[in-house]
């Protein structure tokens, strides 16, 4: 372990510059990985425009039935035109979403807390490899909690994932959780991506902040913006693009999509941003004209 004395604080991102061992495939940081891991990365991530629109529906695996989720097998589906990849506990994916529906899945297998609790920093791991493969889960999600009482039992957790799931070349994404008492600020992000990223995660799952593009720049792999609680469909749209445009290789977003009166139009809103280009106003432009007057 490096020696605490003397710390230099870290300021050298050159975040103008290309990252350095991209060459041939589109997913940052994932060149050197072999065809199987590549493969699952692709369902996850365009070829052609880099990104992915996640949509995540997996609340219930801590706080139940949730609003806007109430039932899974309605609501889950109408969105499939618009998002890339279903993220969800096996138990709702294997209840609620048909096998044919062509999307990709980002499997949640950490849990053990409940929304009962005041710590919800203490997880296991609920799905074991060989049923996350069953799954044919294109990545599997652990939630991580560097800096709680739980970062132990979740740097565990995280490292037994990544190195079964190495054995068959499953990618692992990576979760920040931010607890209620924990700063959302660049510094704590820079530091629980890396950590993550360092342990062998191969996509990172965290929020939007200040100076945003050195926590990209900093991590050696793609990160997706989570979505948060609620937000005014204008102010979503403004999270998603700044976020891309700070570099971020999607979104994961799950109540600014479920919990919006118009879900699939704003869903699709997003996508115009992740995959298109739209800026932020144009997206709200496409959205409005989508709702029409309703
Ligand atoms: C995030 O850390 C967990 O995966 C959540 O259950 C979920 O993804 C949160 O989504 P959102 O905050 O966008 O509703």
């Known amino acids: 372990m490096a020696d605490k004395d003397g710390l230099k604080v870290a300021k ?4 103008d510059e290309d990252f350095g061992n991209q060459k041939a495939f589109h997913v940052k940081g994932c060149n050197n ?29 801590f706080m139940g039935s ?10 889950v589906p109408k969105l499939f035109p618009a998002v890339d990849v279903l993220m969800g506990t096996r138990g709702a994916i294997r209840s609620c979403i048909p096998p044919n529906c062509g999307k990709s899945i980002a ?7 409940s929304m009962l609790n005041d710590d919800l920093s203490h997880e296991v791991i609920a799905v074991d490899m060989e049923d996350s ?25 995280l490292s037994r994932t990544i190195n079964a799931a190495n054995r068959y070349s499953v990618p692992v ?20 991506t890396r950590i993550i990223a360092e342990m062998g995660a191969s996509i990172i799952k965290t929020y939007y902040c200040d100076n945003f593009e050195e926590v990209v720049a900093a991590c050696p792999v793609p990160i997706v913006v989570a979505g948060g609680k609620k937000l005014p469909e204008e102010e979503a749209l403004t999270l998603a693009y700044r976020s891309i445009q700070g570099g971020a290789k999607g979104l994961d977003m799950g ?3 479920f919990q919006s009166e118009h879900s699939l139009e704003m869903a699709f809103a997003i996508r115009k941003i992740v995959h298109e280009g739209f800026t932020d106003k144009e997206a709200l432009e496409f959205y409005k004209d989508s709702i029409g007057g309703r």
């Open 12 to 15: 050298d991102y050159h975040i």
């Open 33 to 61: 990985l072999d065809w199987g891991m590549k493969k699952h990365l692709s369902n996850i991530f365009d070829p052609k425009s880099g990104n992915t629109v996640m949509f995540a529906f997996d609340h219930g695996y």
């Open 66 to 75: 949730t609003a806007g989720l109430e039932r899974l097998d309605l609501v």
């Open 107 to 113: 499997l949640r297998v950490s849990s053990g807390s």
């Open 133 to 157: 493969i069953r799954m044919n889960a294109d990545c599997v999600a652990v939630q991580t909690f560097i800096g709680a009482d739980g970062q132990l039992s979740s740097i565990d957790n």
């Open 173 to 192: 994404l990576g979760v920040v959780a931010v607890g209620k008492d924990m700063e959302r600020t660049d510094r704590f992000f820079k530091l629980a």
């Open 255 to 257: 109540r600014n999509i």
